[in-house]
């Protein structure tokens, strides 16, 4: 059985049960054989390229660059995938500097399976994130599955997308946006993501988006003549503290974050001018918008209570992660074969549960998606820099090679089994017209 909680309506918290659906009989009748014979040739190969692989990782680890300037990164990347036999590199794709596209194309027309590859860092704290792992794994699963597809003689195209500016910045987003998936006819996309937490298949993400606020008021003596000033700082004081009562009532997976950054020129005069950065997250983007409107009443409550002027920038905005849970369905099979112990769907989708936030989500909307989640050993989870180290480790470089595994074999099965690939689809399209429902 598997339980849903409904969370997008805005009145009620609906829990019910359900059986697991399989969205095509081709899921549960999977040909092992076929899974094991390629399962084979990948590990075999991917164990092959690893050293190769290994002082590409290290030189993304040891050179951190932060959002749009991955400028090494992408040298490191492309420069790699050029002295790679077959594939085609199209360096600052769609007029994104630190953007790239490598193709590998059997000649004969069929599917189009594509991988994301991200290496961008954190401010201060280099890849606390594991984004070179990250890199690692999806050029370790493109390569395979492109020398597989020699191997096997599979029609179809491997794609290797390289997106900057994972960090905040949306790179995905803006290569969505201009076309890079579309112009390609990609029909599925495969990424992973490390972690200190078990391996999942099934990883879902919240919805999230930042945005700035100003209150704009008047200067007055604030203590000579304060009632002919109009104080921007206890507008954004009052929405503040708006927030926290707002938060008593607010759902399982809600989070408001915000912090102040300009507070007024001095205690002496009525603050003019008052601004402040704030973070909504939620479980899905439906219930996001719902728990927006909430939140902007806080801020318009600031301004109505005081006079000052509101004004509500956007910064950035990403949709919730949605695994599609055909593809997982092979990606789970893949990794306990070698080795892992990821459980039952029903469970994996709790152990793949996040309320991080990361713009694969809006690639989960455009196509099917698979997140895979691999744990490297970390006393830190990311964002810190203990993870970052243990992101450079070589065990971290075999764990990223093992999801490389598993995705380039999802891969192989989606450009081979057509139920499958059918299966990934009607799921993400169903999944669309439940959208539309709400």
Known sequence: MQIILDLVDDEYVDISTKNDEVPSAALEQLQIEKSSKYLEFVSTYIDSISETLRPVNLKIHDNPELNYEEFIAHETLTKFMRSRKGWKVTPAAYGIPTAFIAEYDSGKKGPVISFNAEYDALKGIG???????????????????????TQFSIPGKIILYGTPAEEGGGGKIQLLEAGAYSDHKVDINLISHPGKVADCALMSTNAYVSFKVEYFGKEAHAAAAPWEGINALDALITAYNALSVLRQ???????????????????????????????????????????????????????????????????????????????CKISRQVMNALGSDIPSPEMDLIRGATQASTDQGNISYAMPSVSLGFKIDSVEGPHNPGFAAAARTMEAHVAALRAGKALAVTGLEALTDEKLLMAAKEEFNDMLKGLNKV
């Open 127 to 149: 890849h606390s994130c594991g984004h070179n792992l990250i890199a690692t794994c999806s050029l370790a699963g493109a390569l395979a599955a492109g020398e597989a597809m």
């Open 249 to 327: 009532q607010t759902m399982p997976g809600d989070i408001i974050q915000g912090h102040i950054t300009d507070g007024g020129a001095a205690p002496n005069i009525i603050h003019a001018y008052a601004a402040g950065i704030f973070v909504t997250r939620a479980l899905s983007k439906q219930r996001l918008q719902v728990l927006r409107k909430k939140v902007n009443k806080c801020f318009e409550a600031g301004a109505e209570a005081t006079g000052a002027k509101l004004k509500i920038t956007e910064i950035m905005g990403y949709d919730d992660h949605v695994p599609n849970k055909a593809l």
